[in-house]
């Protein structure tokens, strides 16, 4: 299971959402349409952040600051959203509401509503991140295996699978819109910093 698809998974149970509604005032279906819509696009931003020195050495330097293994319902019910807010700064740098506005409107949230539910997530995303960097985490050696197997297949492409991948558009157009949203670039980022 890939970085995103965890994240989604551990954000959108029922005791998250739970914790997300009672801190939003949103309905658990906006509020599991903006986690859907904020994750990718968190992790994407933190990707490409992370690609230059600087940027590994900064989010380094907050995960290190970020390392609760609590349940992540429990992180948001407790999360300091000063602090959440600060993150999604970082992330999104001068972008932060027009990113604020984006998941807004796909959600039905309001901006208020929206700005509280990523403060809300942020830390605990962070501290999702930092265990999943760490070379002797479950989380850690499962993404590992997945991405070799992932690099396995790839390099053991037959003829018929060639020839569809190759000629067939939309197939094309669903790899390159999955490639840097799994979360594992950041992971390998991060993990090769560390070295």
């Known amino acids: 299971m890939d970085l995103v698809k965890m994240l989604l998974s551990s954000m959108t149970s029922e005791s998250s959402l739970s914790a997300l509604t009672g801190k939003t005032g949103g309905d658990?279906?906006?509020?599991?349409?903006?986690?859907?819509?904020?994750?990718?696009?968190?992790?994407?931003?933190?990707?490409?952040?992370?690609?230059?020195?600087?940027?590994?050495?900064?989010?380094?330097?907050?995960?290190?600051?970020h390392q609760d293994t609590n349940s992540i319902s429990s992180q948001i019910e407790n999360a300091d959203e000063i602090d959440g807010g600060k993150?999604?700064?970082?992330?999104?740098?001068?972008?932060?509401?027009?990113?604020?506005?984006?998941?807004?409107?796909?959600?039905?949230?309001?901006?208020?509503?929206?700005?509280?539910?990523?403060?809300?997530?942020?830390?605990?995303?962070?501290?999702?991140?930092?265990s999943a960097a760490k070379p002797d985490t479950a989380e850690s050696q499962a993404e590992e295996a997945a991405r070799r197997q992932a690099e396995a297949e790839k390099n053991d492409v037959s003829f018929l699978g060639g020839f569809f991948s190759k000629f067939m558009k939309d197939e094309d157009d669903k790899v390159e819109e999955d490639d840097g949203f799994d979360g594992g670039d950041l992971l390998n980022i991060l993990k090769n910093t560390l070295l």
């Open 87 to 130: 993150i999604i700064g970082k992330i999104m740098g001068g972008g932060k509401d027009d990113f604020i506005s984006s998941i807004a409107s796909k959600s039905g949230l309001n901006f208020g509503q929206t700005n509280s539910l990523l403060s809300s997530i942020a830390p605990a995303i962070l501290s999702f991140i930092s």
């Open 28 to 65: 658990a279906g906006q509020v599991e349409s903006a986690i859907q819509s904020a994750i990718p696009s968190l992790i994407g931003s933190m990707t490409k952040n992370a690609s230059s020195t600087d940027g590994a050495k900064s989010l380094l330097g907050a995960l290190s600051q």
